[in-house]
């Protein structure tokens, strides 16, 4: 019997009008973040070139049951795993992010219970607020049955080792909800050669910012403390699964030279044991093999990214990968299903 291949998409982008207009005030106030130059480009967008050379995203972040619908269809993609689009509710202050967070919540609740077989959910949370972020997160898992959680890198130029943000990872431990980082552009402290050439963003600020997120976390012990923690990223692990033999052998020098805290176990384990990957943005069959072998074939998830990257040929990297029928329905949907809670279709 051969299961229908069906097409789970794990980082598709969508926005609000109410997000959107407090980021369209975040461009023109005083932000010093590296991050408004591409959110001038969508959200203060007028026409033509929005400086930022692409297209309107904006239309295809605000509409989710229309054109998007349509091109799913065309493309054969059975369901988009929605999220708040970057930098989401972290620019803003804890309470306009709190308040931001939960409408965003019920939005997506929404359209997923409208859609339940197109489309499911990652909930937003403000970490600005810790405990706040905490009581939102079980509200979007138990009541609003979303799939897990996003996370837009930094806040406010702080990162998930710092304590101050464990009440939000054992709230996503206990809730047994992944969360998935995401870049926004690098922090203010680490922004400085990244802001010209059009460095800032995908090209490669993006993945310096979560790559340094998530070394930070394995390096700081935090898993021990919450071993069942799930994160995800994108883009085919941010190049961490090309350099984990390093990051390792260094942190486990730096440990010796008690630079690093000593922890239970080693940056590679806690790679493997914590952390799943998406390929997002990655049509290169060489980097899905090699991050299959250093990560596993039961944690790399298929994404599209839309509406920043075509539909069409994420579908034809996936539908034509170098792997076999079992490996491709684990990719395209079977882990998607397992680690973001997403029922399985009945078999026909
Ligand atoms: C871009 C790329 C924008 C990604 C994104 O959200 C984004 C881009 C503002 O290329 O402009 O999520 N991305 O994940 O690579
Ligand atoms: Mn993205």
């Not at 929005?50 to 349509?70: I, S, T």
């Not at 384990?269 to 596993?296: C, M, W």
Request: charged share 25%; glycine share 8%; net charge negative.
């Amino acid at each position: 019997m051969t299961q229908k291949l069906r097409r789970i998409a794990t980082e598709e982008a969508f926005s609000i009008p109410e997000v959107a207009a407090e980021l369209q005030k975040v461009v023109r106030g005083p932000s010093s973040s590296l991050d408004k130059l591409l959110v001038k480009g969508i959200y203060d967008y007028k026409g033509g070139d929005p400086g930022y050379g692409r297209m309107n995203f904006l239309e295809g972040l605000l509409d989710v049951e229309g054109h998007r619908l349509k091109e799913m269809d065309q493309y054969g993609v059975d369901m988009h795993l929605l999220s708040l689009t970057a930098p989401g509710v972290q620019m803003f202050d804890a309470d306009t992010a709190t308040e931001l967070a939960a409408l965003a919540n019920d939005r997506l609740a929404d359209i997923c219970h409208r859609h339940p077989t197109r489309f499911a959910g990652l909930a937003s949370f403000a970490p600005h607020s810790p405990k706040r972020a905490a009581k939102e997160m079980v509200r979007a898992i138990r009541t609003l049955k979303l799939n897990g959680f996003i996370l837009n890198s930094h806040t406010h130029g702080e990162y998930l080792d710092d304590p101050k943000f464990w009440p939000v990872l054992e709230a996503a431990e206990g809730l047994d909800a992944c969360i998935y980082i995401h870049p926004r552009a690098a922090s203010d402290t680490l922004k400085g050669p990244l802001q010209d050439y059009g460095m800032d963003s995908a090209m490669w600020g993006y993945g310096v910012e979560v790559g340094t997120h998530v070394v930070r976390m394995m390096a700081s012990g935090v898993f021990d403390h919450f071993p069942k923690l799930k994160i995800c990223i994108g883009h085919m692990g941010e190049a961490i699964p090309f350099w984990i033999w390093r990051i390792n052998f260094m942190n486990s020098r730096a440990q010796g030279l008690d630079r690093a805290p000593k922890t239970k176990l080693s940056v590679a384990e806690y790679f493997q044991r914590n952390f799943v990957v998406t390929t997002s943005g990655v049509e290169d069959p060489l980097a899905l093999d090699y991050t299959i072998k250093k990560i596993g074939i039961d944690n790399v998830l298929w994404a599209i990214d839309y509406p920043y990257q075509p539909t069409q040929p994420a579908v034809a990297f996936m539908d034509s990968a170098p792997v076999t029928d079992a490996q491709r329905h684990k990719l395209y949907h079977e882990n998607a299903e397992r680690i973001f809670h997403i029922e399985p279709l009945k078999p026909a």
